[in-house]
T-cell receptor, first 114, second 107 residues
Framework: SAVISQKPSRDICQRGTSLTIQCQVD?????MFWYRQQPGQSLTLIAT?????????ESGFVIDKFPISRPNLTFSTLTVSNMSPEDSSIYLCSARTGVGGEQYFGPGTRLTVT | GQQVMQIPQYQHVQEGEDFTTYCNSS?????IQWYKQRPGGHPVFLIQLVKSGEVKKQKRLTFQFGEAKKNSSLHITATQTTDVGTYFC???????FGTGTSLTVIP
């Protein structure tokens, strides 16, 4: 199994600013992902964080808005850039040990943009 | 991303009643996973199904993968208040999440 921590757990930010969310896994994992979840909604995959290379973004998400880093096998960051109120959401980091393996989630970062 | 639909969206049951949620895809799935998310919590992995027609049980929970690997179900027998939460299926290599079924158990 893997234990995932995220920082910050929550934040209130002003529009136009940027926030970087950190995700730390307690063991080396093959794959890391970033999701967004609106209250009462399902999870939407933002991107796959690739170690040592550019992240793979899903349709509707771009690198300029959501730059992602993954410098090693246990750590990743997601930046929400030039925020607007529409970016208010819960951002979840997840990790998997293999292509078909069990997926673990961090506790999430609750972001409110005013 | 892959489209995975779940029904029903909401389900209210009396404690002790059974509950089933269904997950449907228009394409064949290599595997499917089920997650439970308690209110205010994050998704927690329950099970993974890989084989056509596979059935797995965890105490009162029964998971099934369709023969065509395009649908799956989660059945809870004799629900308890601890079963409250939203149940998601997830499919594809990136595990695209279904729309979820929110379960309310009335004591």
């Amino acid at each position: 199994s893997a234990v995932i921590s995220q920082k910050p757990s929550r934040d209130i930010c002003q529009r136009g600013t940027s926030l970087t969310i950190q995700c730390q896994v307690d063991s080396q994992v093959t794959m890391m992902f970033w999701y967004r979840q609106q209250p009462g909604q399902s999870l939407t995959l933002i991107a796959t964080a690739n170690q040592g290379s550019e992240a793979t973004y899903e349709s509707g998400f771009v690198i300029d808005k959501f730059p992602i880093s993954r410098p090693n096998l246990t750590f990743s960051t997601l930046t929400v850039s030039n925020m607007s109120p529409e970016d208010s959401s819960i951002y979840l980091c997840s990790a998997r040990t293999g292509v078909g393996g069990e997926q673990y989630f961090g506790p999430g970062t609750r972001l409110t943009v005013t | 991303g892959q489209q995975v639909m779940q029904i029903p969206q909401y389900q209210h049951v009396q404690e002790g009643e059974d509950f089933t949620t269904y997950c449907n895809s228009s394409t064949t799935l290599s595997n499917i996973q089920w997650y439970k998310q308690r209110p205010g919590g994050h998704p927690v992995f329950l099970i993974q199904l890989v084989k056509s027609g596979e059935v797995k049980k965890q105490k009162r929970l029964t998971f099934q993968f369709g023969e065509a690997k395009k649908n799956s179900s989660l059945h809870i027998t004799a629900t308890q208040t601890t079963d409250v939460g939203t149940y998601f299926c997830a499919a594809g290599n990136q595990f695209y999440f279904g729309t979820g079924t929110s379960l309310t158990v009335i004591p």
